[in-house]
């Protein structure tokens, strides 16, 4: 907090304004776990997916074994309310965990941000910004910075950027990567932490 502070004024202002970092890491068992879940929420509201997240876990008896759920008929994935990509993804994502190139929790950590962004998203369904969620959220990396997430951006222009508070937000206002990322470079190497309070930025406005 102090080096961040210390680097940057308007964020030590956003830092002050928001109070403490409280963030929490979340406690699933395996990189397969978390990504299964992720892989399932895409593209659903959260209440839709928690719900089909649910029928899944029961049909299993909890979260399910890699080669367990490669020899699930998809027709019993399906009566769950997973859908026939997320089905081969669900599949997908289970080879790869079993042949390897998904790593367990134990080696993933020994592993750089670089490697496990490169490996997890060789999985169908998986791409760059899911892995970053599981860098951040799962493993506790300190210096991930997801410059396509909406919320960051969001944050990144309301904090940095001038915009008459008398009107909303409009798309042209969200920053281009190559400018949070010139900026951030001071951040390093806790760019995490300063992600976190860009989502808080949004959570103020919204708030009023």
Excluded at 122 to 143: K, N, Q
Excluded at 154 to 166: D, W
Aim: with cysteine; proline share 5%; aromatic share 8%.
């Amino acid at each position: 907090m102090a080096h961040l502070k210390a680097a940057d004024k308007k964020l030590a202002g956003l830092i002050e304004r928001v109070g403490p970092f409280t963030m929490k890491l979340d406690s699933s068992a395996s990189p397969f776990e978390s990504l299964l879940e992720s892989i399932l929420y895409q593209q659903l509201n959260g209440k839709a997916a928690a719900t089909i997240h649910g029928r899944v876990r029961a049909c299993f008896g909890g979260d399910p074994a890699p080669q367990l759920m490669l020899d699930t008929p998809d027709e019993r994935l399906r009566a769950c309310g997973v859908s026939g990509n997320k089905i081969k993804a669900f599949k997908d994502l289970a080879a790869k965990t079993l042949d390897g190139t998904v790593p367990t929790h134990a080696a993933i950590k020994k592993l750089s941000d670089a490697e496990i962004i490169e490996r997890l998203t060789a999985v169908r369904g998986i791409g760059a910004w899911t892995v970053e969620m599981l860098l951040i959220f799962r493993l506790g990396r300190p210096d991930v910075f997801p410059v396509t997430d909406y919320g960051v951006r969001k944050g990144f222009a309301l904090t940095f950027q001038k915009i008459p508070k008398t009107r909303a937000l409009k798309a042209e206002d969200l920053p281009k990567a190559d400018v949070m990322l010139k900026r951030a470079k001071k951040w390093s190497p806790y760019r995490s932490v300063a992600t976190w309070y860009m989502w808080r930025a949004c959570d103020l406005k919204s708030s009023g």
